[in-house]
C-alpha cells in the first residue's frame, strides 16, 4: 500500500511491525502447539502405549494363549469340516429357504388378514356400543357381533398357524446349517483371549494404513483438539469434596492421565508412572471394594488431582536421593499453596481412617501400619489426654491410685515418677521428669522473681517427684487389707503360677532385649499377647505380699478398669502364687535392672516455693510469702510437708496424671493434651515447629528449601514430637509451666512410623455419602475382633490356623491352613513363630546325628486344619519336601497351650526335679495327685489339660449359650488347671465375642461350602468352575474367602451344589433365631411314639460299658468319668450341657469323625459306618445309631419325658 | 483261627507278662537272588558302659485297669521302653539294611497284627515293610481305643470293642506310635521300613538278618528310647552262603534340652 502521506505515522514501517508481529505470533503459536503435544501426561500416554502393546503382544506368545491358539486352529479346521458339510446339504437347504420364502409370503397374508378383521371387529362394537347406549337397547346387534368375532378368531387363527409353518420352516434351516454354527460358537468362545488381545493389538497399532494415517493426524500437533487418541483421564467424584478457600469442592482425579497402568493388572513391575496397583483386589477395579470411579485417588492419596504434572500434584520424594533426582529431572518444589501435599510412601493408610473409624479391626490385615498405629495410640494411653472424638475406647489405661500405699513403698512411687523404665524398660508408662526442657544443668529460673539464685533442673525435677509422691501419700491414705486366710507355698505355686494363665499375658522376659533358643522357656519370651500385662520380671520388689494376694483374688476390687481378669482362684493357689512370686526361688521377680533403687529424692524448701511461686502466680506475691513465712493460717507452707502437698497436686493436674490414672477428687477434670479428631486437617503452618527445622539445617547442612520443606508435612512435626516429645522447647526461652509437657514414651522408629500414620489419618470427615457404612455382620466382626483383642483371647486359644505355603512339582505355589507333625526326634511339632531358627537349629542337630542327612530332601508331615481341595479334607496329612516349602505364617493365638503342655512334658531341666512340688517330678492333678505324663502322651496331654482351640468355633457354640458362659464362666473340663478367667467386660463385649464367633461361622460359610463341595466332587479348580460357568479365578476367590466373588458369584455355586443333591454342609445358623429342632415336643413325641424305649437304649448306648461307653471318658452330671474310675488325662468335657451348648449339626459332626473336626483329638470313632456294631445295644446301622444318641444328649435333661429317662 | 495261632505262638509262656517276641526274626525275606549269593548278618546290640537303672513301672491306677485283666490279676507294668538284660543287650532294637536296587516286598500271605492284650499292646515294637496291612485287635474283654499317630500314613482313631477290630494299610515308611486314650500307659511302635532287609532284636540284643546279598553295608539301628535313638553300624561285608557277625554299641546319648 502506497504511504498516502496523511498518518503520522509510517505505513511500511508499520507494514514492517506488523509483518515482524505476526511472524512472531506464528512461532509463538506453533511452539505453543508444539510445547502442548508434548506435555509430560502425553508422553507418558505414548509410551504407556508401547508399552502396552508389547506386553499385549508377549501374552500372545505365552504358553497358555499359544495353547489357546492351537486349539483354535483345530476348532478352525473344525469350523471348516462343518461349512464343508453344510456346503453339501446345499440343494436342500435351498429346497428349505424356498420353503421359508413362501411361509413368508402366506404368514403376511395372513397377518395382514388378521389386522383387518381385527379392526373390523373394533369398529363394529363401537357401533353397536354407540347405539345401545343411544336407543337403551343393550341387546342390539348380538347376532352380528358374534359372527364379526368368529370372523376375526377365525383369520387370527389363521395367522398363528402360518406363524407357526413359518418358525417350523426357519428351524429346518437353521437345523441344516446347525452344525457350522456351534462349531463357530466354539471356535470363538475358545479364542476369546486371543481374540481380545488381537483387537487390542490392532487399535495400538493399526495394520490398516487409512487407521495408521488417521490416527497420526488425530494426535498431530494443532489438531489434537478435535478427538485425539491422547487425552487426559479423569473421574469426577460427586461425593467426595475437598475444602478450597471456605468453599467444598467436587474432587476430581486426573491421576491416571500418567498412571496409566495404574488399575490394570500385569504392570507390577513396569516403571513408575506405569506401574500396577499393588492391591487391585482391594483398590481401583470394579470388582473391588474401592472402584476408581467412586473413591478416585486424591482421597487416599492427596495431593492435587487436577494437575497434570509431578510438581504441580504436589507429589513427594522419599529419601534425599529420589528428592534429588526429581530436583534434577522434573524442577520438582514443593507447592507451598496447596494444603493436601500428597502423603509419603508408607503412609498411604493414613487414607483409610476418615472412612473406616468402624471397621479398623476389619482392615487390619490389609492395613497393618495404620491399624498397628491404631492399636499403640490405644495401648499406649494416647487416647487418654488426647481426645479422639470416635475413639472407642474410655477406660483409664493405668491403674488407680485410690488405695496405692497398700500396693506400694513411697519410694517405689518416687522413683518409678522419675523414671518408669529404669525398673521395667518395656512398661507402658511415659517419663515425665528429667527430660530436655529441664535438663539437670539447665537454669530453670531465677529464684525470688527473679533476684534470687539459678534453679537449676537436677534441683526442680528432685523437688517435683518427691512433690508428687507426697501428695499422692496424702491424698490416697493407706486402705489396710486383712491378712491373707491361706499360707503358701512357694513350689506349689510355681506350678499353679504356670498352669493357672499367668502366662498368657504376662512375660517375665530379661530386662535386655535376649534372644532365646526356639526350644526354651516361652515364658522368657515376648510375644504380641504375653505383653498385654506388664512383664513381672522384678515384681516383688514393689508389691506388698497381702496386696497381691488380694489383687490376684479380685483384680477389679482394686482397679475397677483394669483388663487383669478375675481367675477365681482358690485361696490356696492365690496365696501359693504370691509366695512363688514373692519367694521368687528362680530368680526372677527379685531381678531388677541393672542401676535400679528405690528412694525419694530430697526437695530443697526454696525450690518448692519457686515452684509455688509459678503454680500460684495467681494468688499474689503477697500471700505467697505470707504462706511460706507461716502467717496463713489456712496454708502453713512454713511447713516442707504441706508444701510439697501442694506443688505436688499442682504437678499432677500440670502434667495430667489423672487422664490415665484414677487420682481421688480429680475423677472430672479434663485431659491435658491437645484434640486430635481432626488434627491432620489443621494447615501445617499452624503447627509449631519451634527452632527444630533451623537446629536441623545446622546440623544436617540443609538449605533453605530443604528446611522449608521439613515445615511443610504433618507427619515430620508428628515424628518428632514422638521421638523427642520436649524438643520443640529448645533454643525457646519459656517460664517454667509454660514448658511442654508431653512425656517421653520411647517408641521404636516402627512405632513412631506407625502413630503418626494413624495420626496423620485424623481428619475433617469429608467423605460423609461416601462412607463406609458396615453391615450388621461386619459391624459385629468389627467389634468382635476388637473384643477378642481387648480381652486377650488368642493368648490363650488358637484363632486362625497357620498357614504353609509351598511349591508344586510345576513350581506353583499353594498355601494350606495346616500345623506341622512333630519331626522324627522331636517330642514337640515345630514352633511355626519363629519357623527359620527352629529349621536351621534342628537341620544342625540332625547333621550332629546323621552326615548324610539332607535338609532338602527332607519330608516334612503337614496336618490340615482346613479343607483344602486340592489336598484334602481337615485331618488329612500331606507331605512337603523341605526345598519346596516357601513360608510359614504361625497360628493366630494359642501360646498358653505350648505354655502349658512345656509344663506337663518338659521341666526347665530335665535333672531337676525340684520344680515341682513333688519330689517324683510329677504334675499335680485337679485331684490333688502328681502324676508324670510321657512324651507319646503329648498330644494327649495339648487336648486334654491345655485352653481348648477355637477353630469354627462359631459352628459348635450355641450363640446365647456362649454368651452366657462368658459373662459366668462354668466347668466344662473338670480335668484343667488352667482357667477359663471371668472377664470384666466392657459394654457389650461378651455379645460382641458370642456374635464375632457366629458372624464368622457364617461367613467362613460359603467358603467351607465351595471347599467342601469341591472335595466331594473330586474335581479341579478349573473343571467344576466351568461346571458351575463361573470363571476358576472367582471359584478360587470363594474359597480363599474374597469377599467381591462371594458376593457376586456365590449363589450359582450354592444353585449347582443343590442341584447336585451336595447337602453335607449344613447351611449356618442365624445366631438371632437358633432353635434345636430335637428338642421340639413334636420330635421327642413322635420318637417316644415308635419306641417307648428309645431314649433309654440311646441312653444305654452312652453309658453300657460294652458299647461306645461315652461315660468311660466324659463327664455327665457331675458325675466323673468311668464311674469316678479314670485319671483326669481320660476326662473329657461335661455332657451335661450339650443341649444348651452345642449345635446339633456340629455334634453329628463330631460323634461320625471327630478328627475331621479336631484332627489330633482323643475321642475315637465310635460309630464306623462300615461296620454294624452296638447292635446287641441299638440295633441298626451307624447312622441311626448316632441320631438315636444325639435324641438323648439333646433331651437327657428334660423332666417331662415320659419313661425311660 | 489264625490270630489266636499266631497270638499263642508270640505270648509264649506269660499271659499278662510282656516280652519282646521279634516277629519278623524267623521270616527270611524272600528275594529274587539265589540263596547262594546270599549271606546272613548276625547282629548283637549292645549297651556300653554301664548298665543304666532299669525304667520306673508304669504307673497304672487298679481303677483305671478295671476289666483289664480276668481274675483280679494285675496288668503288667513293665515298662518296655528301654529293655537290657545282664549281659548288656538290648531288646526292641529295629535293625535295616539298605540294598541298592533292591525293593522292599511284603511276603505273599504274610499278615501283620497289633494284638491289645490283658491292656497292654502285643508287640511293643515290631517293623513292617512299606505297603504292610496291620490289624489292630482287641483280645480283652475291654473297649480300646487304637489312636494310630501316623504322620505320613494318616492317623486313624478307631474305638475297638471287646473281640472286634479295625485295620490300616502302611505305604510310607515311618515310625507309627499306638496309643490307646482309655488306658494312657499303653503305647507301641510300627517301624514301616522301606528297606528290604530288616529285624528286630531279641531279648538278649541279637537279630539274624538273613538273604543279605553279597557286599558291604552299614546295618542301621532304631530304638523307642532317646538314650539310644537312632544310628549305623561300622561297615560289614558280606560274603556269600556266609555268616557275618555285628556288635551295635548303643546306649548314653542325652536328648536334646528343650526339645
Known sequence: MADRGDTHYHIKHLNLWFAFASLALLVTAVWMVLDDASRPWKNHQREFRALDLERTRAELETAELKAQAAHGETLQVEVQKAAAAVEALNAEIAAKQEVVRLAKGEYFVKESAAKTEKAQYDWERYVVDEHRLEHKDPAYGEAHMAAVYERMQKSAYGKEQAEAALAKAVADVNALKAPLKEAERALKVATKDIELRRAKIEKLDPADRATQVANIVRDFPGLDFIGPNLKVQKVALENLTFELNFTKKKRIDMCQSCHMGIDRAGFENAEQPYTSHPRLDLFLTNKSPHPISEVGCTICHRGCGEALDIVRTDHRPTGDEQTKEWKDEYHWHKQHHWDYPMLPTGMSEAGCVQCHTDSLELIAADAPKVTEGYRLFEEYGCYACHKVEWFPTKRKPGPSLKNLLAKLTPEFVASWVADPKAFRPTTRMPQFFNLENFADDAVIAKSKYGEGRDVLGREWNDAAVAAVTAFLQQRHPLQALPKPPAEGDALRGREAFRLSGCLGCHNVAPHDAQTFPVGGDLAHERADENEMGPNLRGVATKLDADWLYWWLKDPAKYWPDTRMPNLRLSDEDAADITAYLMEDPDGIFRDVPQGWQTSIPAAKLDVLQEQARWFFTRDGRTALEQRFEGKDETRRWDRQADLQVAVGERFVVQYGCYSCHEVSGMESMMPIGAELTTWASKTVDKLDFGFIPYIFADTHGWDQETTSNFKSYHNNFLEQKLKAPRSYDRKKIKNPTEKLRMPYFGFTEEQTQAITTFVVGLVKDEVQRAKMVPDAGELARDAGLRAVRQNNCAACHVLEPGLVTFKDEAGKLHTVGAEFRKLEGETLPPRMDRWAEYWADYVAYMKGEDEDFDPDEFEFSLRLLRPEPDFGDIGDSISVLAKDLVSVKPPVGGDLVRVVTDWYKKPFDAEDNSRTPDPEGGVGDVDGKYRKYAEEEYDKVRWTFAPPVLLGEGDKLQRNWFYAFLNDPITLRHQMRVRMPSFHYADGEAGAIADYFAYEAQRDWPVYYARKLRLAQKKSLEELAALIKIPAETLAGIENGSRPDIDASFAKVKAWGDAQKFDEVLPPVDPRHERVVRRSPAHVNALMAADSKHLAKAENLARDASGPYCVQCHYLNGQGPAGGTAQPIQWAPDLNNTAERLREDWVHKWIENPAKVYPGTAMPVNFPADKDSHQALFPGKAAVQIQALLDWLYNMQRQDLPTGM | ?259
Open chain 2, 1 to 259: 483261627m489264625k490270630i489266636l495261632t499266631v497270638s499263642t505262638l508270640v505270648l509264649g509262656a506269660a499271659i499278662c507278662a510282656a516280652a519282646a517276641i521279634p516277629f519278623t526274626k524267623s521270616s527270611p525275606v524272600a528275594t529274587s537272588n539265589a540263596v547262594a549269593e546270599t549271606g546272613t548278618v548276625q547282629v548283637k546290640v549292645v549297651w556300653e558302659g554301664e548298665k543304666p537303672e532299669a525304667l520306673p513301672a508304669l504307673v497304672i491306677s487298679p481303677e483305671a485297669s478295671k476289666g483289664c485283666c480276668p481274675d483280679g490279676v494285675a496288668v503288667d507294668s513293665t515298662n518296655q521302653s528301654r529293655m537290657i538284660d545282664a549281659a548288656g543287650g538290648v531288646a526292641n532294637v529295629v535293625l535295616t539294611i539298605g540294598v541298592k536296587d533292591m525293593p522292599v516286598k511284603v511276603p505273599e500271605g504274610r499278615k501283620y497284627y497289633l494284638d491289645q492284650k490283658a491292656c497292654r499292646y502285643e508287640p511293643h515294637v515290631q517293623v513292617v515293610p512299606m505297603g504292610a496291612t496291620v490289624e489292630y485287635l482287641n483280645s480283652d474283654s475291654v473297649a480300646h481305643n487304637v489312636h494310630v499317630y501316623a504322620t505320613k500314613n494318616g492317623d486313624q482313631n478307631n474305638s475297638v470293642a471287646a473281640g472286634s477290630k479295625a485295620e490300616q494299610k502302611l505305604d510310607k515308611a515311618e515310625v507309627v506310635t499306638v496309643k490307646c486314650d482309655i488306658h494312657p500307659w499303653m503305647s507301641s511302635y510300627i517301624f514301616v521300613t522301606d528297606d528290604p532287609i530288616y529285624g528286630l532284636s531279641g531279648a538278649d540284643g541279637s537279630a539274624t538278618l538273613e538273604g543279605v546279598p553279597a557286599g558291604k553295608y552299614k546295618v542301621g539301628y532304631w530304638h523307642e528310647h532317646d538314650s539310644i535313638g537312632k544310628g549305623k553300624s561300622d561297615e560289614v561285608t558280606v560274603e556269600a552262603g556266609k555268616t557275618t557277625t555285628v556288635e551295635i554299641k548303643v546306649g548314653g546319648k542325652k536328648k536334646k534340652a528343650g526339645r
